[in-house]
């Protein structure tokens, strides 16, 4: 115990002063979750050891402080799993919680829910996810595996989410703000991979991979009845959502606008949507919401196989003109006269055939798609984690760096895959030319295994906690990523 209480502070020290750990497992201190959670305060950590834990737990105003943050947390290594129940639990008025390392499977409401028990005055705040896995929901209905309501200052990465609710949204916000969700996994995980609505505003997402949702991968904005906007006296139902270096595979409408303004989708790569890339909605009559207006589509890699549906869906009393659309790159390879539907001139289009070499949507480095994009502040880094190049600026998700300064011509053409993706134990290397050096780095950049590897390697990855981890070069390049489930 003496060892791992010191673990357990070295993870926690950057942000905890004082440090109480509740350890809960079969002959622990708690032998279930819902009492350590209801005695926890500022500074505690609820140290949860391996086991399957049953749902609907509940707490009200359990609150840090900027220096004493409550953590809740899977033991390292160690499988922590809550199944079932309406929620896995639910958090109502708190502020500064960390919640790490957790699985959740088969809650049939809303598997993790924090809100700010309607006080609109007074949010939940400063709320952190990561390291954590949805394998399952059971439930068909308007479900979520994330909801939240009135959180402000929040952070949701290293997750993944699998398998969620056919009718239901993978992360759902509700009138939340200052937000980042970042290098997260998305596979089939619902209707909605992500939507942002009810007044919420000043939330990033990057550099996520979402594949299979079933109709909208991201929905900015949305329709939300008066009464749980936040503010009450919103204009709009999405404000500054912006949408950076993320790559789409599949869905019906892998972006969509819905009284949406300001808000920015730059440098992501678009894979075979099945109906539209882009959709431009304003999903209310009520004249205190401004039109769906002024909103920003740049440096993005689209291939849309269509032989004549329009790229962009554009509904009625919406301000698609006033939209900023330039520099994009498209390619049909259906349909070789296809043109995209945008509503003005587009300045910097490229109509050009990727050579995309893998199912993440990397393009080959000889590609004009590299360099022809229009300078701009954010995004900073591409899918790979590489900082862009200001001065010569890649179209879509990867940064150009990849492919130029970094790795010659010889190096990117034995990039190696990984398989299974996502994986539970082993990793098998396919695609070198000959033994290479890699490495395997976290989504912290912390190295966790570092060898030479050849197309008949196999490395275990069991021990590994759930999240994403990164496949580095010799010559410290992101070459591919993959992630690891329980």
């Known amino acids: 115990m003496k060892i791992l209480f010191h673990l357990i502070v070295l993870m926690i020290t950057n942000y905890t002063v004082h440090t109480r750990i509740l350890e809960v497992g079969q002959g622990k201190q708690f032998s279930i979750f819902q009492p350590a959670l209801s005695v926890a305060v500022a500074g505690d950590t609820i140290l949860l050891r391996e086991g399957v834990y049953s749902g609907n737990s509940y707490r009200e105003n359990l609150k840090g402080t900027s220096e004493n943050w409550v953590t809740i947390l899977a033991a390292p290594n160690e499988n922590v799993v809550f199944r079932g129940g309406g929620a896995a639990f639910y958090l109502v008025d708190v502020e500064y919680i960390r919640i790490n390392g957790l699985q959740f499977e088969d809650q049939t409401g809303n598997s993790l829910s924090i809100d700010d028990g309607g006080t609109y005055d007074t949010p939940t705040h400063n709320v952190v996810i990561l390291n954590c896995t949805w ?7 308007p479900s979520n595996m994330i909801k939240m309501a009135g959180v402000d200052s929040f952070s949701i990465y ?24 970042d290098d997260n996994y998305f596979d089939k995980s ?16 990057n550099r996520n991979l979402f594949i299979n949702s079933t109709d909208r991968t991201i929905n900015i904005g949305g329709s939300t009845g008066t009464p749980y906007f936040r503010p009450l006296n919103a204009y709009y139902e999405a404000k500054r959502v912006n949408v950076y270096s993320n790559v789409f595979r599949g869905s019906k409408a892998p972006i969509t ?22 959709r431009i909605l304003q999903e209310t009559s009520d004249t205190r919401f401004i039109t769906c207006s002024n909103n920003t589509i740049k440096n993005n890699l689209i291939v849309m196989p269509t032989t004549g549906q329009p790229a962009l869906n554009i509904g009625p009393n919406t301000d698609a003109s006033s939209f900023s659309i330039s520099h994009n790159a498209w390619f049909n390879p259906k349909n070789a006269q296809w043109m995209p539907n945008t509503p003005s001139n587009e300045p910097g289009r490229l109509l050009i055939d990727p050579e995309i070499i893998d199912s993440n949507g990397i393009p080959s480095f000889e590609n004009i798609v590299n360099s022809s994009g229009i300078n701009v502040i954010k995004p900073s880094h591409g899918f790979n984690n590489v900082s862009f190049d200001g001065s010569s600026r890649s179209i879509g998700a990867y940064s150009q760096k990849i492919h130029t300064s970094v790795i010659d011509k010889s190096e990117w053409k034995s990039i190696i895959s990984i398989s299974p993706n996502p994986v539970n134990d082993e990793v098998r290397f396919s695609g070198l030319l000959a033994e290479e050096q890699y490495s395997i ?42 992630v690891k489930i329980q």
């Open 190 to 205: 619902g209707s909605y991979a992500i939507q942002a609505k009810g007044g919420s505003n000043d939330i990033d997402i």
């Open 257 to 278: 606008f819905a009284t949406a303004i300001d808000c920015e989708v730059i440098n992501n790569t678009i894979l075979n949507p099945v109906t539209w890339a882009f």
């Open 441 to 482: 780095l976290n989504v912290r950049m912390q190295k966790v295994w570092e060898g030479i590897v050849s197309n008949s390697s196999v490395i275990s990855v069991a021990n590994f906690p759930a999240g994403i981890y990164y496949i580095v070069s010799k010559n410290n390049s992101v070459v591919t990523r993959f």
């Open 158 to 181: 290293n997750c993944v989410f699998l398998n969620g609710p056919v009718n239901g949204i993978g992360i759902d916000l509700v009138g939340c703000h200052f937000g980042v969700i």
């Open 135 to 141: 394998l399952s929901m059971n439930t068909t209905g």
